[in-house]
């Protein structure tokens, strides 16, 4: 007789017999070529305890197919998981190596509203602008005002075409830096550069006075109308900035300087940590800096984990060049089956769905019942819209992290053929995996810059 639950002890086992090598993954291997190491820890872990500065996310949802009006692969990139979300670490390696090539994602993130990116009110020497908030890139830059906006040919276009939302800025309270500029280029085409400077900052309570940021006076950009700009939330080390004249990029003019929170923690106004809790369906989210949220994580089951990150020197770009904020999960959890295969995942709000190694994927979606299918045109799961989620926990440094099994599969997002809905599992093939809103809307998630930790709370 058929036996789910044999089946899926089963399919545990195949994947024991497949998977070797990731069962046995630990930072010291690389993992498909790619070498991680711990990231260099400057403090001792912030003692969790709620802070009172905080930013309300907005949570901005791509578009839906009706509103598609622009064709061809660039737009599709946009349309794509993370949607505009060129910001967040997973566009920026799906711009830059096409691996999501548009024929996959556009289709699945362009049925439904489930592109996410979010954006905070901040500051910008006074001036109350919208940012995207965005924890896979440094940079910090808004669009000036008189910027030219560019098709990919570079021919220029209204600035209405660009879509960045109002005001725009004008120039720099603290003064323009001679020779340096920033410019950033996405593998969709999408660009932005110009001049940086020093201006005050401040989003929800926090203030960096005279920070490096970048005014783009010439984009070729897909925006949401909304925000002008991005708050990059990442280590500097991925910072865009350039010695000598635009179109002189090469890796020898680079030159590094602090992001916006390293410059924070530099001027001593915040302890080295901010928190993200993101809530299912609605715009309720709260970035919370120098600590966490008044309510809702205390006493509740929590893990930390050191942030690793991937060591691409003397490698080519590889997947993971963005792979900030990567954390190594210890397991996978559903039903009665775990799944022991650690596996260095990205913490991704700008991502909507999990995606983790291809046996897992296909495992996850033999659970549901009935059993999820790939279809290959989507490049993504699909079950039955009354199916049955199985309930799916991520380990992290051994503590089990439950995802609401309604967050499992995408009820509004449905393939026209088979009635089908998506399943928010999907496969990262080899790499990067990434723990997206799936997974953060279910906990507190505790970025520890200062001890290069992260931290988790049970919703
Ligand atoms: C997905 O998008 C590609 C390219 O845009 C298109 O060729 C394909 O037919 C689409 N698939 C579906 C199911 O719409
Ligand atoms: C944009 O800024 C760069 C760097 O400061 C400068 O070289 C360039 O002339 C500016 N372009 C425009 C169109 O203003
Ligand atoms: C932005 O506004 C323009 C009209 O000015 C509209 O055509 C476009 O679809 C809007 N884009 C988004 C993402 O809302
Ligand atoms: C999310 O919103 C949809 C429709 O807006 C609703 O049907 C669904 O029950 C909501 N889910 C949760 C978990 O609140
Ligand atoms: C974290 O979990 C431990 C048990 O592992 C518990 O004792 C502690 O109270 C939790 N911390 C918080 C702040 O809830």
């Known amino acids: 007789m058929y036996s789910p639950r044999w089946a899926l002890l089963l399919a545990g086992l195949l994947l024991l017999l497949l998977l070797p090598s990731s069962l046995s993954w630990d930072l010291n291997e690389p993992l498909n070529g790619v070498h991680f190491q711990r990231v260099k820890a400057h403090t001792l872990p912030t003692p969790d305890r709620p802070s009172p500065r905080f930013s309300r996310l907005r949570n901005l949802r791509a578009h839906g197919p009706h509103s598609q009006k622009h064709h061809g692969r660039h737009h599709h990139h946009?349309?794509?998981?993370?949607?505009?979300?060129?910001?967040?670490?997973?566009?920026?390696?799906?711009?830059?190596?096409?691996?999501?090539?548009?024929?996959?994602?556009?289709?699945?993130?362009?049925?439904?509203?489930?592109?996410?990116?979010?954006?905070?009110?901040?500051?910008?020497?006074?001036?109350?602008?919208?940012?995207?908030?965005?924890?896979?890139?440094?940079?910090?830059?808004?669009?000036?005002?008189?910027?030219?906006?560019?098709?990919?040919?570079?021919?220029?276009?209204?600035?209405?075409?660009?879509?960045?939302?109002a005001p725009l800025v004008q120039g720099f309270a603290h003064g323009q830096i001679d020779d340096v500029h920033f410019y950033l280029q996405y593998g969709s085409g999408e660009q932005v550069s110009g001049p940086m400077g020093f201006s005050d900052i401040a989003c929800g309570g926090l203030s960096v006075f005279e920070q490096?940021?970048?005014?783009?006076?010439?984009?070729?950009?897909?925006?949401?109308?909304?925000?002008?700009?991005?708050?990059?939330?990442?280590?500097?080390?991925?910072?865009?900035?350039?010695?000598?004249?635009?179109?002189?990029?090469?890796?020898?003019?680079?030159?590094?300087?602090?992001?916006?929170?390293?410059?924070?923690?530099?001027?001593?106004?915040?302890?080295?940590?901010?928190?993200?809790?993101?809530?299912?369906?609605?715009?309720?989210?709260?970035?919370?800096?120098?600590?966490?949220?008044?309510?809702?994580?205390?006493?509740?089951?929590?893990?930390?984990?050191?942030?690793?990150?991937?060591?691409?020197?003397?490698?080519?770009?590889?997947?993971?060049?963005?792979?900030f904020y990567t954390i190594i999960v210890d397991a996978l959890k559903w039903d009665q089956t775990?799944?022991?295969?650690?596996?260095?995942?990205?913490?991704?709000?700008?991502?909507?769905?999990?995606?983790?190694?291809?046996?897992?994927?296909?495992?996850?979606?033999?659970?549901?019942?009935?059993?999820?299918?790939?279809?290959?045109?989507?490049?993504?799961?699909?079950a039955p819209c009354d199916a049955i989620p199985p309930r799916l926990a991520v380990v992290i440094s051994g503590v089990e992290f439950w995802i609401n099994p309604s967050d499992l599969i995408y009820r509004n997002l449905v393939d026209p053929l088979t009635g089908y809905c998506a399943v928010a599992v999907a496969s990262g093939g080899s790499g990067p995996y990434i723990l997206g809103d799936v997974f953060l809307q279910n906990v507190v998630a505790v970025f520890d810059v200062g001890a290069a930790q992260m931290r988790f709370y049970a919703k």
């Open 78 to 165: 946009h349309h794509g998981r993370g949607g505009g979300g060129h910001t967040t670490a997973v566009s920026h390696l799906a711009r830059r190596l096409g691996r999501f090539d548009g024929t996959k994602w556009q289709n699945v993130t362009g049925v439904g509203d489930y592109s996410t990116q979010y954006a905070i009110q901040c500051a910008w020497d006074g001036l109350g602008v919208w940012l995207l908030f965005d924890t896979g890139s440094a940079d910090t830059w808004a669009s000036q005002s008189g910027f030219r906006c560019e098709d990919p040919a570079g021919a220029p276009h209204t600035q209405e075409a660009c879509g960045f939302g």
């Open 338 to 382: 775990t799944v022991t295969a650690k596996h260095p995942y990205i913490v991704d709000t700008g991502t909507t769905m999990m995606y983790v190694p291809p046996p897992l994927a296909e495992s996850v979606a033999d659970a549901f019942q009935p059993r999820a299918v790939y279809l290959y045109q989507w490049g993504a799961y699909f």
């Open 212 to 323: 490096q940021v970048g005014l783009a006076n010439s984009t070729y950009w897909h925006g949401n109308n909304v925000t002008v700009g991005i708050l990059g939330l990442a280590y500097p080390s991925i910072t865009s900035a350039y010695y000598g004249a635009v179109g002189d990029e090469a890796p020898w003019n680079a030159v590094t300087y602090p992001s916006f929170f390293t410059t924070a923690i530099t001027q001593g106004s915040i302890d080295p940590v901010f928190s993200v809790s993101i809530v299912r369906n609605s715009s309720e989210g709260i970035l919370v800096w120098g600590g966490l949220p008044e309510t809702g994580w205390q006493n509740r089951p929590n893990a930390s984990t050191d942030l690793i990150i991937a060591n691409l020197i003397d490698q080519s770009e590889t997947a993971w060049k963005y792979s």
